[in-house]
């Protein structure tokens, strides 16, 4: 109210001054009264005036009501504060009471790819696992029945001593049989049998001659029963150590040592 009486104030204020211009132009005018087109211009001016006043003073008043509509609307509707810390206290004691639940649910449609799922990842741990138990040749052919090697504690092949007394004392060898045992241990992957041949480890190609020179003192059954065992004792010049399987010493019997050290006696010495 206040803001629409200090509008018609200077609606009034302007208005007396339009007219004191107006009457003291036209007392000036050369005619005594002027003429009809500065009459007429007086007559514009005072209207545009007028107009100007009046809607300033109508969007005045318009502006305050609808300010005045929207105060009162949130008056009634907003709560008050009181009413917003009652609500928050009990927000609050409602969150201290439940406690805090954390649910999966699967649809019907995502089942079936759930249930693939854990069945591919148990399939795998236990194929990891029995892999992992099972020690498998590197390259080659499956073991023949018979041949499996069976690590015992008291078969275990000794990997320091005198290699001359343990050597000794294997059994006979049985070339045939060491033979399949290069094709299934896992030599036949690292190992080449031919003359010049490059594989992960040096050529068989007349090894038993090659080893009686490797480490002096040593003779060929003894040196290839080191290089077995202990595949890091001696590393041929050019390899690299840590390449060949380190269980071996576990994983042969005494026979089956023989074997292989009666194969290679056999087949690669004096190769031309």
Request: a negative charge; hydrophobic letters at 45%.
């Amino acid at each position: 109210m206040r803001s629409f009486g200090s509008r018609l104030c200077v609606v009034a204020a302007a208005l007396a001054a339009a007219l004191t211009v107006a009457g003291r132009a036209w007392a000036a005018s050369p005619a005594q009264g002027g003429s009809a087109v500065f009459d007429n211009l007086i007559f514009v001016v005072i209207a545009g005036v007028l107009m100007a006043l009046l809607a300033s003073v109508a969007g005045g008043v318009v502006i305050a009501v609808v300010a005045s509509s929207v105060s009162r609307f949130f008056r009634r509707n907003l709560p008050t504060d009181e009413e917003m810390a009652e609500l928050r206290d009990e927000l609050r004691a409602v969150e201290q009471r439940r406690p805090i639940q954390i649910r999966i649910r699967i649809g019907p449609s995502a089942e079936p790819f759930v249930l693939s799922a854990v069945g591919f990842v148990v399939c795998l741990l236990i194929l990891s696992l029995a892999l992992s138990a099972v020690p498998q040749p590197v390259r080659g052919e499956a073991m023949p029945h018979g041949e499996e090697a069976q690590p015992t504690e008291s078969a275990a092949l000794p990997k320091e001593g005198d290699f001359g007394k343990i050597t000794d004392g294997l059994p006979a060898g049985n070339p045939e049989n060491g033979e399949r045992l290069f094709n299934t241990a896992g030599c036949v992957g690292c190992h080449s049998q031919k003359k010049g041949e490059r594989l992960v480890g040096p050529s068989f190609y007349n090894l038993w001659n090659i080893a009686e020179t490797r480490v002096p003192g040593m003779s060929a059954r003894e040196y290839l029963y080191q290089s077995i065992v202990d595949p890091n004792a001696y590393i041929v010049e050019g390899y690299q150590a840590g390449l060949m399987q380190q269980n071996y010493a576990a994983i042969l019997s005494p026979q089956q040592m023989a074997d292989i050290l009666a194969w290679i006696e056999t087949r690669h010495k004096d190769e031309p």
